[in-house]
Nanobody
Framework: QVQLKESGGGLVQPGGSLTLSCEASGRDFSNYGMGWFRQAAGKERKFVAAISWSGETTRYADSVKGRFTISRDDAKSTALLQMNGLQPEDTAVYFC????????????????????WGQGIPVTVSS
């Protein structure tokens, strides 16, 4: 059974940077896509970024395009989300996800049935 564990969140000032990590265990990491969603207080969970199993394809929400970069390190079974130019509207709990089936991709919908989810990690952007 796959387990996903996020780290690297915290408090940062506007304009600052953070890197979130997601370590996966329980299966062959290199066969699966990885992604990130976020949920601000009182709002719906939203897609942030995704990367294919090969690392060749990445996708981003329009709101983070040009500021966030998703990557993967198969040797460490870890997905990374580099976040630059953070703004107060980026404040949210960030969730790592990965499809339960290697043939499935990651869409913009927060599918609770088709993805494994991490427990989430808070990111607060405030002065």
């Amino acid at each position: 059974q796959v387990q996903l564990k996020e780290s690297g969140g915290g408090l940062v000032q506007p304009g600052g940077s953070l890197t979130l990590s997601c370590e996966a265990s329980g299966r062959d990491f290199s066969n699966y896509g990885m992604g990130w969603f976020r949920q601000a207080a009182g709002k719906e969970r939203k897609f942030v970024a995704a990367i294919s199993w090969s690392g060749e394809t990445t996708r981003y929400a329009d709101s983070v395009k040009g500021r966030f970069t998703i990557s993967r390190d198969d040797a460490k079974s870890t997905a990374l989300l580099q976040m630059n130019g953070l703004q107060p509207e980026d404040t949210a709990v960030y969730f790592c996800v990965s499809p339960l089936n290697p043939k499935w991709g990651i869409t913009t919908l927060p599918d609770l049935d088709r993805y494994a989810w991490g427990q989430g990690i808070p990111v607060t952007v405030s002065s």
